[in-house]
């Protein structure tokens, strides 16, 4: 009788959660010591900042992790071999590495995608603490014994919502071997943390400044949202392209395979719901299939660059936001630079996950310089004009005066009585 492994092993999940406790005593420890003797607004501010910080840390390290094959390093979930550690399950990560010595399955990426998963609880444990305290704070605000709060509790709760349905996914990534849907959405469902993190630490820190949104023209603060919607699509398909391993689909720039239009097979390379390498027939995803992947994120690209050097140039001369518009150029010619390196140099792993990165620092950008901004609300003058009209119980007529006691030189008034001499 075969002994099988659980998909889900629930056995080590409360070790975890303590482990997240521990990991997460560090940077709270920190803001308490930076924000000592100040407001509470300050230290939430702080913590909103550290956790957007740790965060994009986590997103970073999880890149590492999908890009040096350990995102399987541990097959079960939370655990590893139904231990809260790899050291706990030495024996049963050997035996797998003896099995297959290139396979999933090593010391090293055990490690990988535990510590991975430690710092993820670590973020989680954060996250909780803002939401409570921020719950507190709008209810000090309601009795009168605080101050209002810059964030509605609201945007933590959602944001904590958030990050237990990135848990789910991280778990269906390992249980699902690496499914390239669900890896896709579980990379886009960290980028979406970011921002929901960016918008609260940026309206926290503008609260606790006293600085009011820089005011921005409606057209650019409308490009502004454009030029996201564009990065969120094409991180889409850097995604699709990435769990999908077809970046050396194309090895040459700025053609693939010696031509501007190679054969591609877009019904393969983008039939979303199958598992990794085959189609849902189960047979393989032709190479014209990852070709297609491959060069519809080139085309994007293309795209996506020259609405970020608009909107970078755009927002420099309007100064209101030229700190936002220097990062976005800088961060469009990074990621333009490791784009490349990872086509002509073979997928080198420090500028792989250099591109992850200046994706989420896009990320974060875009969502700083809409959440630090408004629309200028139009003038006076070009507002339509509002007519009031006075119920007909509550007018009042003006008393009639005939036109002989009336002064030529001078408007009736109706509160004006005139003098009339016997």
């Known amino acids: 009788m075969m002994d099988t492994q659980p998909l889900y092993d629930l056995a080590p999940l409360a070790q975890m959660l303590l482990l997240g406790v521990v990991i997460a005593l560090g940077p709270l420890a920190w803001v308490g010591w930076r ?15 550290l956790t957007l910080f740790l965060t994009f840390d986590l997103v970073l390290f999880g890149a590492f992790t999908r890009l040096t094959d350990s995102g399987l390093g541990c097959p079960d979930w939370p655990g590893c071999y139904g231990s809260a550690s ?28 535990m510590i991975h998963r430690y710092l993820a609880t670590g973020v989680g444990v954060l ?21 209002p709060p810059a964030v509605s509790p609201w945007w933590p709760t959602f944001t904590l919502v958030w990050v237990c349905l990135q848990g789910a996914f991280g778990a269906l990534t390992v249980t699902m071997k690496l499914f390239p849907a669900i890896v896709t959405l579980h990379l886009v469902g960290g ?27 409606a057209p650019l603060r409308i490009g502004v949202f454009v ?51 085959l189609l849902q027939d189960g047979s393989h995803v032709s190479f014209a299939g990852l070709t297609a992947i491959h060069y519809a994120h080139r085309l994007m690209a293309y795209a996506v660059l020259l609405a970020l050097a608009w909107l970078a140039w755009r927002l420099h001369r309007a100064a209101a936001l030229r700190v936002q518009a220097r990062w976005l150029a800088g961060l469009a010619l990074l990621q333009l630079a490791t784009g490349l390196s990872n086509v002509v140099l073979g997928w080198p792993l420090l500028a792989a996950v250099l591109h992850t990165g200046g994706a ?15 629309a200028a609300r139009a003038p006076l003058e070009s507002r339509p004009a509002q007519i009031r009209i006075r119920p007909a119980a509550q007018s009042v007529e003006a008393p009639f005066v005939p036109p002989c006691l009336r002064k030529s030189d001078e408007s009736f008034a109706p509160s004006r009585t005139p003098r009339v001499s016997a």
């Open 191 to 217: 980028l979406v943390l970011l921002a929901l993190l960016c918008a609260q630490a940026v309206r926290r820190t503008q609260a606790v400044r006293g600085v009011p949104p820089a005011v921005l023209a």
């Open 35 to 49: 924000t000592r003797g100040g407001a509470p607004g300050g230290r939430l501010q702080a913590l909103a900042v």
């Open 360 to 374: 989420a620092a896009l990320v974060v950008v875009l969502t700083w310089a809409a959440a630090s901004s408004r």
């Open 127 to 147: 996250i909780v603490v803002l939401t409570v305290a921020a719950w507190v704070q709008w209810r000090q605000a309601r009795r009168g014994t605080g101050a």
């Open 86 to 113: 790899p050291a706990g399950a030495r024996a049963a990560i050997a035996a797998a590495q003896d099995a297959m010595p290139t396979g999933p399955v090593t010391h090293g990426k055990a490690w990988v995608e």
């Open 227 to 277: 030029t996201g919607a564009l990065v969120a699509l094409q991180i889409l398909l850097g995604g699709w392209v990435s769990t999908n391993y077809a970046v050396l689909a194309c090895t040459s720039f700025p053609t693939c395979q010696g031509s501007w239009w190679p054969v591609m097979d877009f019904a393969q390379g983008f039939e979303l719901w199958r598992p990794l390498g």
